[in-house]
């Protein structure tokens, strides 16, 4: 009796285990990967390279990490692809025209990169307005210079932020906090915040630049939002405003943001992105010692792989029984 119970058993769980779906996960290190595979029994977490992908992504029913035409060709029962930064245009804009017209999918991890973002960008804006950057300097000189020692505060100044997404909205949040009017610049209907003062659309940028004693860019990077602050924009900036970009570098004209700087019209610049990107050596931004530049690092922070997991980890329940998952892309626009 009890061999039969337990025949009985195995047989009722072999339908459970058809139904598995087959999730492939790259560039994550093991312990991430044993925590993925313990998501949900109605999943199977496969961990693949590169070259192991190939071999697998024929069954799969769903890829996160990174994907590759060649895979989306592949993977005929590919429904979903969760990529684990907030961009998406390396995979929709740039590279992956297979992936943009296929019927996967399309998850990122936006949000749980706001607050490290945001505090990045604000403290690039305070390391300018209190003239952090040149002071730290006299330490390799020994010296005590209190003298021609100036700075700025931030409390009634204006800020606009171009893309009041998870992002832009913690900028707005922090600036807001140091008494800042926030003004943000976005294409969809953004919620009632009383951290912002009003929000206008990208056409009407042009408008609220003259505003800005400090100008963020928080906003995705697609084709409408390539190069939207060109020459104009920066010459239509208030004088010795600041300039801060931590999302994309091809939304801003570099040659431009060079020449704001040379000219004196900015008092200043904190780029986390740039393009080029890396930014080559003898690059003229490198020159001006009110340039704050760090290599795309503002993403980084003790908190955000903890965030990551967890958006991850749902989407697999969502997906494995399915739900809706969260942070879908509309493909077309490109966040």
Not at 82 to 96: D, I, K, M
Not at 119 to 127: P, R
Not at 236 to 254: P, Q
Not at 268 to 281: C, I, M, R, S
Request: positive net charge; charged residues 25%.
């Amino acid at each position: 009796m009890l061999k039969i119970r337990f025949v009985l058993a195995l047989a009722a769980g072999l339908p459970l285990l058809a139904q598995q779906k087959k999730i492939l996960v790259t560039g994550l290190a093991p312990d991430a990967v044993r925590e993925l595979q313990s998501a949900s029994p109605k999943a199977k977490v496969v961990a693949v390279t590169e070259v192991t992908a190939a071999a697998e992504i024929g069954d799969a029913d769903a890829i996160l990490g990174t994907i590759k035409p060649e895979w989306v060709r592949a993977g005929k029962n590919l429904k979903w692809f969760q990529t684990y930064s907030a961009g998406v245009e390396p995979y929709l804009l740039l590279s992956e025209p297979d992936l943009k017209r296929s019927g996967i999918t399309v998850t990122n991890c936006k949000i749980i990169q706001g607050p490290e973002i945001a505090d990045h960008a604000l403290a690039m804006l305070l390391t300018l307005t209190r003239g952090l950057n040149r002071i730290v300097a006299n330490r390799a000189k020994e010296e005590w210079d209190p003298k021609t020692y100036e700075a700025i505060e931030l409390r009634g100044k204006t800020a606009v932020v171009i893309g009041v997404g998870g992002i832009g909205t913690q900028i707005a949040t922090r600036a807001h906090g140091f008494g800042m009017k926030v003004i943000g610049v976005d294409p969809k209907d953004i919620p009632f915040m009383t951290v912002l003062e009003r929000v206008v659309r990208p056409d009407q940028l042009d408008e609220v630049l003259p505003l800005a004693d400090v100008l963020f860019i928080s906003a995705p990077h697609t084709a409408e939002s390539q190069g939207m602050v060109g020459p104009r924009q920066f010459e239509l900036l208030k004088k010795n405003s600041y300039f801060i970009a931590v999302s994309r570098g091809k939304l801003y004209d570099m040659p431009a943001l060079v020449k704001a700087l040379d000219s004196k019209r900015l008092a200043g610049a904190g780029v986390d992105v740039t393009d080029p990107e890396p930014l080559p050596k003898g690059h003229p931004l490198w020159k001006f010692d009110n340039a704050i530049i760090t290599p795309h690092v503002a993403t980084k922070s003790d908190q955000v792989t903890v965030r990551r997991m967890e958006i991850l980890r749902e989407n697999i329940q969502r997906f494995a029984d399915g739900r809706p998952l969260l942070n879908v892309i509309d493909k077309d626009r490109g966040y």
